[in-house]
């Protein structure tokens, strides 16, 4: 089975940094681009960042360019997610996604539980 | 960035056909998907590469893409298909969400 497992979420002050995991398996996961994507309190899904099976490809949202960085272990299957300079518009919870292909991302088909992170005083 | 726009709301009869659209420009030139939410949950893949339906969805949902619209419709919407669904498209090495639309079947 298919399966992503966020963890690493908690509460930060603002300023502060906090690193996300994500354990996949049941899939190859250096095949497969992978994403994070955010959801605020009541909000909409917003896309974060993105990183091909490699790892040499990065994509980052203009609203976390500088202060996130994707990066991935592709030997322990797990992607990572280092925030720093944290907001409290960065609060919210933070999904891991599959992507269908290596490189590019059409779309997600398969999603964590989230992890919750709050930035705040 | 690349913007793309849903309606807020969208209301539906149980057993009509609920439609929700998704507008950016030359959309139909690009793969848009679909994702349906429920309330506490994550996410779930309902519509890909424009009308495919991944295993395990109902044929009830479709999609259809072209110029500056996607679309997704529900044929005979079910109470439980009432959550909030969120198109999204990869464009120029980003990925775009659309704003989202709650469906209410009522």
């Known amino acids: 089975e298919v399966q992503l497992l966020e963890s690493g979420g908690g509460l930060v002050q603002p300023g502060g940094s906090l690193r996300l995991s994500c354990a996949a398996s049941g899939f190859t996961f250096s095949s497969y681009a992978m994403s994070w994507v955010r959801q605020a309190p009541g909000k909409g899904l917003e896309w974060v960042s993105a990183n091909s099976g490699s790892g040499g490809s990065t994509y980052y949202a203009d609203s976390v360019k500088g202060r996130f960085t994707i990066s991935r272990d592709n030997s322990k299957s797990t992607l990572y997610l280092q925030m720093n300079s944290l907001r409290a518009e960065d609060t919210a919870v933070y999904y891991c996604a599959k992507g269908q292909g290596t490189t590019v991302i059409y779309y997600m088909d398969v999603w964590g539980k989230g992890t919750t992170v709050t930035v705040s005083s | 960035s690349y913007e793309l726009t849903q309606p807020p709301s969208v209301s539906v009869s149980p057993g009509q056909t609920a439609s929700i659209t998704c507008s950016g420009d030359?959309?139909?030139?690009?793969?848009a998907c679909w994702y349906q939410q429920k309330p506490g949950q994550s996410p779930v893949l309902v519509i890909y590469q424009d009308t495919k339906r991944p295993s395990g969805i109902p044929e009830r949902f479709s999609g259809s893409n072209s110029g500056n619209t996607a679309t997704l419709t529900i044929s005979g919407t079910q109470a439980m298909d009432e959550a909030d669904y969120y198109c999204?498209?990869?464009?120029?090495?980003?990925?775009?969400f659309g704003g989202g639309t709650k469906l209410t079947v009522l």
């Open positions: 030359k959309l139909g030139d690009k793969y």
């Open positions: 999204q498209a990869w464009d120029s090495s980003t990925v775009a």
